[in-house]
């Protein structure tokens, strides 16, 4: 039996549910009759950057008035505790991770909370809207755009996320549909890589049948009683 060390933890908008923040499915992936994949997009921005900056301006001021969940909150004390390798690979733009106290944290699809310069490539934190084209506080250049990856982009640090699955004994997925890649295939790359894999969601996926154990509930429910 292997020891167990090293954990890897996806997580999606399921784990921000309880919290108060619409999945995508949820929405039926519609926002103002949009569907998300055209608007989460490179073309998308080109096309109508008003729209697409007003969806983000959104979910960065309703992310501010929502608080992490008991499923946060419980990962966030196995981050404290654990004293092997662990990481939250968070498909999700909220902070909610970090504002329960998690540092193992990466974004890879990117975060509401910061705002790219696509003219000097520098990131800041960014609370505000964007609609109203401020300037860029490093090169004044006043085509900032949402720090999140959209479809069809490149996600953030898929090397250090292919080097964790590839020491992780254990990768459990937690609130997600497993609809979008590649973070949907990380399963299937822990699994024959050795490791073993836990799902955590309240339905089926589309990945379940790829995971040796899929626990259907809520996230506030099923993550304490796992990391407990
Ligand atoms: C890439 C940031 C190359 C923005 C997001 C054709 C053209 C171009 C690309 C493609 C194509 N066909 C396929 C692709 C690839 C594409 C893709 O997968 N498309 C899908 C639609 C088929 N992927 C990409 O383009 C990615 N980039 O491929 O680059 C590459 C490839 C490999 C390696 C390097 C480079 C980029 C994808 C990132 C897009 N950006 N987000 C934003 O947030 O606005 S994706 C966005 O949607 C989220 O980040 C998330 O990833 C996804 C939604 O998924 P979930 O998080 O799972 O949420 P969902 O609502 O679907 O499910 C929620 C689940 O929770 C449900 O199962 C539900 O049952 C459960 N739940 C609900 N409540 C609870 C709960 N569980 C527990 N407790 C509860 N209370």
């Known amino acids: ?85 662990l990481l939250i690979v968070t498909q999700n733009v909220d902070d909610l991770h970090e504002r329960a106290g998690a540092s193992r944290v990466l974004h890879m699809h990117g975060e509401l909370l910061s705002a790219l310069c696509p003219v000097c490539e520098r990131r800041h934190r960014w609370t505000g809207p964007l609609v109203d084209r401020p300037a860029c506080p ?24 292919y080097a964790a699955l590839r020491q992780a004994n254990l990768f459990v997925s937690i609130g997600t549909s497993g609809a979008v890649y590649p973070a949907a295939g990380f399963v299937r790359d822990a699994r024959d890589l050795g490791a073993r894999t836990l799902e955590l969601n309240l339905d089926r996926s589309e990945g379940s049948h790829w995971f040796h154990e899929s626990r259907q509930g809520r996230a506030g429910d099923l993550v304490p009683h796992w990391v407990s």
């Not at 108060?20 to 949009?34: C, Q």
């Not at 490093?138 to 490149?154: K, N, Q």
């Open 1 to 85: 039996m292997v020891a167990l060390r090293n954990i890897v933890v996806l997580t999606g908008a399921g784990i921000s549910a309880e919290s108060g923040i619409d999945t995508f499915r949820s929405a039926g992936g519609l926002w103002e009759r949009h569907r998300v994949e055209d608007v989460a997009t490179p073309e998308g921005f080109a096309r109508d950057p008003e729209l697409v900056q007003r969806f983000y301006d959104a979910r960065r001021a309703a992310v501010q008035e929502v608080a992490p969940n008991a499923a946060h909150e419980a990962l966030a004390r196995l981050d404290a505790e654990w004293g092997g390798e």
């Open 138 to 161: 490093t090169c004044e250049a006043h085509s900032l755009r949402p720090d999140v990856v959209w479809f069809g982009e490149m996600p953030y640090q898929m090397d250090r996320i």
